[in-house]
């Protein structure tokens, strides 16, 4: 369970946490803008980091007394020092310290942003402060399209406290880009905008040695990874890292019991020719964002040759990444696994890199197929 979750937990059982964000810094610190962790109020850590040793304990102690306190919220400084950092390490740097009681009245803003965030979808949470630093209003964001800072209640909370539209829509395209909290001022307060980024998952067909590789470096760099093997023995989650989960059914079954979504990346690295096909023919069906396939681009081709006189059609055809991953002159199954979140990445972040689907990579063949 993440904070959000947590925090909605919290409420449901009528309990007051405090989130305690980092929303600035200044030289070396722990960790950036928009680490969090939440604090009951007895003082235990729910969930999260801000980067632990002293700095967190002195947090925590403060996030107790201020739940004693009325205020729904106030910004703590504190700077980093030798004593401050486990085994010697030191920082030396200064951390603002937004902490905040959440109370039951703001149930549905943060179901709203647990649903958003398990629907895949990045939303932001914003805070906007008055000239006391308290927090007066949080909103949540739904997409950052450039006509965001026109749409209610943003333009309205934009007007109010004369902060510029157009430093708001760059600080929260920054936000998203780095995944980390920006403050933007105005002349009657500040907005701290911190991107919540939707879960993104990832369904790997296939628990041989590229899936297991695959999973452990998927799983790492955030993707909530569902591993599915025809072959118990392949899907068994001693093979596999803890927050892995795991699946053994016949790959039509499978995808009766999967939930696929828009935000869900499908990779196929089974061991066969004819179970890929027949995971692929599933998959294409599927709303999934990315659907990889792994295969020389002889293999690949055939596969789409058989498929087409099976009557799929080449728009489905399309949507599929293959050769998978990125060129990187891979041959180990470590090796492919990380050209694959290579790629996995790169569709996550749109970037426009040369990663490419089989409709790309292998035009010649659509454009003679088409003919």
């Known amino acids: 369970m993440d904070i959000i979750a947590e925090i909605v937990s919290a409420l449901r059982n009528r309990e007051h946490p405090v989130l305690a964000t980092i929303v600035s810094s200044s030289g070396s610190t722990p960790l950036p803008p928009g680490a969090s962790m939440l604090v009951q109020q007895h003082g235990k850590i729910v969930r999260g980091t801000i980067g632990g040793g002293l700095l967190e304990a002195s947090v925590t102690k403060e996030a107790e007394q201020f739940s004693l306190e009325s205020a729904g919220s106030v910004i703590r400084q504190f700077e980093l020092n030798e004593s401050d950092s486990e085994d010697g390490m030191i920082c030396g740097g200064t951390v603002e310290i937004l902490l905040e009681k959440i109370r039951e009245e703001e149930l549905s803003l943060f179901s709203r942003l647990m649903v958003l965030r398990e629907e895949g979808s990045d939303c932001t949470l914003l805070r906007i402060t008055d000239s006391t630093k308290s927090v007066v209003k949080r909103s949540v964001l739904e997409g950052i399209t450039n006509d965001v800072t026109e749409r209610p209640p943003l333009d309205g909370l934009l007007k109010a406290y004369e902060v510029s539209a157009d430093r708001f829509l760059q600080g929260l395209q920054r936000a998203h880009r780095e995944e980390s909290v920006e403050c933007v001022p105005g002349l009657k307060g500040e907005m701290s905008i911190q991107p919540i980024v939707g879960i993104q998952p990832l369904i790997i067909f296939g628990g041989g040695h590229i899936g297991r590789s695959l999973s452990t470096i998927a799983a790492g760099a955030g993707f909530t990874v569902t591993v599915v093997d025809d072959r118990q023995e392949y899907a068994h989650p001693g093979r596999f890292p803890d927050d892995v989960q795991t699946l053994s059914k016949s790959w039509s079954d499978a995808f009766a019991e999967l939930q696929v979504k828009p935000s869900a990346s499908i990779v196929i690295v089974t061991r066969g020719h004819e179970s890929d096909k027949e995971v692929l023919r599933h998959a294409m069906t599927t709303p999934a964002r990315y659907i990889g396939m792994i295969g020389s681009s002889r293999k690949v081709t055939a596969t789409y040759a058989r498929l087409q006189e099976e009557g799929v059609p080449i728009a489905l055809l399309k949507r599929v990444h ?50």
């Open 322 to 371: 293959a050769p998978i991953g990125l060129e990187i002159g891979a041959v180990t199954a470590e090796e492919i696994a990380v050209s694959i979140v290579a790629e996995l990445i790169q569709v996550r972040r749109g970037s426009h890199g040369s990663a490419a689907t089989m409709s790309k990579r292998m035009k010649r063949w659509f454009d003679k197929e088409e003919q």
